[in-house]
C-alpha cells in the first residue's frame, strides 16, 4: 500500500499563477524527495529535503516539511505552460535506506 | 551524458513467456532500483540493489527477480509474465548520496503480456 497521500490528485491553474500541492505520510523519514514526470516519460528529480530541515528552495520551487504533522508542501510560482506534469513525492523512510516510497501524484496543468 | 538506459522501450510479450529488461547506468552509482508504475498507483518498489551482489525486496517484488553482477547493470526479470504485470516500468540509480542529490531515472518500459 502506498505511505502516504498526496492532494490534490489534479489541479488546473493558469499561467502565472502558483500550484501548491501536499504530501502526507505515516511512519518518520529520513528525507523526502519531489520529482516531476511529464506524461509516461521518466521521473525527474526536482528537490530533496531532509528531515531536519524546514525549507528549501530551488528557482520557482519551494518545498516545505513538518515532521510534526508529517506533511510536506511543493510550491510553483509563477507557473508556465511548461510545468504541466505530475508531480510526485517520495519518502526514504528511516527503517530502511534501500526503499523510497511514492506516493500517486498531482497532476498538474497549466493553461496559457 | 549521465543518464540511466533502459531496454526496450516498449515490450509486448503471452504469458508464461520469460522476459528480462534491462538497465544500465554510466555514473558509477551504487544503487538501483526497479519501480512499477500503475494508473492512481503511482510507483511502487520491485527491487532494489545497494552494490554489487546486493539486492533486496521492495514493496511488490512477487513474480519478479533481479540481479546486479555488475555495478552498472541491473536487469528485471520476469520468468512467468503474466497479465498482472502488465505495466510501466522504470529505473533508477544513485550514488550513495542519493539522499542528497536523489534519483536518475531511465526513460521506461511499457511492458504488454497479453
Known amino acids: 500500500s502506498q505511505q502516504g497521500e498526496e492532494d490534490p490528485q489534479a489541479l488546473s491553474i493558469q499561467e502565472g499563477e502558483n500550484a501548491t500541492m501536499n504530501c502526507s505520510y505515516k511512519t518518520s523519514i529520513n528525507n523526502l524527495q519531489w520529482y516531476r514526470q511529464n506524461s509516461g516519460r521518466g521521473l525527474v528529480h526536482l528537490i530533496l529535503i531532509r528531515s531536519n530541515e524546514r525549507e528549501k528552495h530551488s528557482g520557482r520551487l519551494r518545498v516545505t516539511l513538518d515532521t510534526s504533522k508529517k506533511s510536506s508542501s511543493l510550491l510553483i510560482t509563477a507557473s508556465r505552460a511548461a510545468d504541466t506534469a505530475s508531480y510526485f513525492c517520495?519518502?526514504?523512510?528511516?527503517?530502511?535506506?534501500?526503499?523510497?516510497?511514492f506516493g500517486a501524484g498531482t497532476q498538474v496543468v497549466v493553461t496559457p | 551524458e549521465a543518464q540511466v538506459t533502459q531496454n526496450p522501450r516498449y515490450l509486448i510479450t503471452v504469458t508464461g513467456k520469460k522476459l528480462t529488461v534491462t538497465c544500465s547506468q554510466n555514473m558509477n552509482h551504487e544503487y538501483m532500483s526497479w519501480y512499477r508504475q500503475d494508473p492512481g498507483l503511482g510507483l511502487r518498489q520491485i527491487y532494489y540493489s545497494m552494490n554489487v551482489e546486493v539486492t533486496d525486496k521492495g514493496d511488490v517484488p512477487e513474480g519478479y527477480k533481479v540481479s546486479r553482477k555488475e555495478k552498472r547493470n541491473f536487469p528485471l526479470i520476469l520468468e512467468s509474465p503474466s497479465p498482472n504485470q502488465t505495466s510501466l516500468y522504470f529505473c533508477?540509480?544513485?550514488?550513495?548520496?542519493?539522499?542528497?542529490?536523489?534519483?536518475?531515472f531511465g526513460s521506461g518500459t511499457r511492458l504488454t503480456v497479453v
Open positions: 517520495a519518502r526514504r523512510p528511516t527503517d530502511s535506506w534501500g526503499k523510497l516510497q
Open positions: 533508477a540509480s544513485s550514488s550513495t548520496q542519493g539522499a542528497v542529490y536523489g534519483y536518475t
